[in-house]
């Protein structure tokens, strides 16, 4: 088994919403109760989570995104000068519509003292208490260049390309903020690529959000790229690339072929890549991935449905896989999250737990 993370059994990071944290939450909205209140029970709801993650062998925790409720917009209404308003529309998934929300940077975007931070002091010593390495993740800042549209960028900024470098300042705020606060383990959850292997969402975003596709991954890499060129050794930090995950819907259809070349470009130690289905395409795309140190973790175990995948053709795909890229630079975990919102994915939490002791379990037959 790998010594630093990815490890080879993993995780995106987000778990399904017990249902104290449900009632607690319905409560603070009513005015029954106070955010102290809800803050004990997330406390007690998130140290279970943890014991929860170790038991099922695991090496590594997550608080389980139980204290926000969008994977991305509470990290950017915490970021200064960026807020997240009301809008008409909500986004557009297959067969479901999000709570109608949008970015809007209506100031200089900056890193100061960011709830989030709080969040990550309360989940280390729970982790390191249960003997598993703690691991935060947030957006990417791809995520925001690609989610603001025009109308919404206002007050310091005449246009998307005014405000790149205080969007890659403040993500290198960010990064050192939480490493001084201890985190060894950071992810950049981040649907911007995956939408750059679609021709629709590329269509949307040009007809919709006016912002020109051409030259995107450059520019992703570049901002990307920027962000991490001086980020300690002792820092590890992957991304996640996603399709879209709410209520178990998505968004994006499409292999990595269009992007591998400079995804891979991108100084991140491991890419956390969807896998569970053919609309993710094939294995091919992997063989852009370096020699040396960078893995890819395979998203093989969906988390869209309670059906446990069937262990031996999850290794076959591994073996699939590895024609691609080495062995020893690949690892496991479930496509995404359980709950990249509040509401979850539809599945139960049995389920859930099934899902990750298989990823143990295969993994630990794979990796010997």
């Not at 809800?38 to 590594?60: C, F, N, P, S």
């Not at 003292?113 to 957006?139: D, N, T």
């Not at 992810?187 to 040009?206: G, P």
């Not at 912002?211 to 992957?238: C, F, H, Q």
Request: net charge negative; hydrophobic share 40%; charged share 30%.
């Amino acid at each position: 088994m790998t010594v630093n993370p990815p490890y080879r059994a993993d995780i995106v990071g987000s778990f399904l919403r017990p249902d104290a944290i449900k009632t607690a939450r319905a409560d603070l909205a009513e005015g029954r109760i106070d955010a102290d209140a809800l803050r004990e029970v997330e406390d007690a709801q998130i140290a279970d989570l943890v014991r929860k993650q170790a038991d099922a062998g695991l090496r590594l925790a997550t608080d389980g995104e139980f204290r926000r409720s969008w994977w991305h917009f509470d990290f950017f209404d915490g970021l200064d000068g960026v807020s997240i308003v009301e809008t008409d529309h909500g986004l557009p998934f297959q067969g479901a519509q999000t709570r109608q929300r949008a970015v809007q940077v209506h100031d200089r975007i900056g890193f100061s003292a960011h709830p989030q931070l709080e969040h990550w002091r309360a989940l280390q010593p729970l982790a390191e208490a249960a003997g598993v390495q703690p691991k935060f993740s947030f957006p990417s800042p791809t995520v925001l260049d690609f989610r603001v549209e025009p109308q919404n960028i206002t007050g310091a900024y005449a246009d998307r390309d005014e405000y790149v470098d205080d969007l890659v300042g403040a993500y290198r705020d960010a990064v050192k903020a939480f490493y001084d606060a201890g985190v060894r383990y950071l992810q950049f959850d981040d649907t911007a690529w995956a939408y750059l292997c679609s021709e629709v969402e590329l269509e949307r975003a040009r007809t919709e959000r006016g912002i020109e596709t051409d030259g995107l991954g450059e520019r992703y890499a570049s901002i990307l790229n920027r962000v991490l060129e001086d980020k300690p050794d002792d820092l590890v930090v992957t991304t996640h690339i996603c399709r879209g995950n709410f209520r178990s819907t998505w968004i994006s259809s499409g292999g990595y072929e269009p992007i591998a070349e400079q995804l891979f470009s991108v100084g991140y130690d491991g890419f956390f890549l969807e896998y569970d289905n053919d609309r993710s395409g094939g294995f091919e795309p992997l063989r852009f991935l370096p020699r040396g140190e960078q893995s890819v973790v395979l998203g093989l175990i969906t988390t869209k449905t309670g059906d446990l995948e069937d262990a031996d053709a999850v290794k076959r795909r591994i073996d699939e896989a590895a024609t691609f890229a080495p062995l020893e630079q690949l690892a496991l975990s479930p496509q995404c999250g359980f709950a990249s919102t509040e509401e979850g994915n539809e599945l139960t939490e049995d389920q859930q737990w099934a899902k990750i002791r298989a990823v143990v379990d295969i993994a630990a037959d794979v990796w010997k």
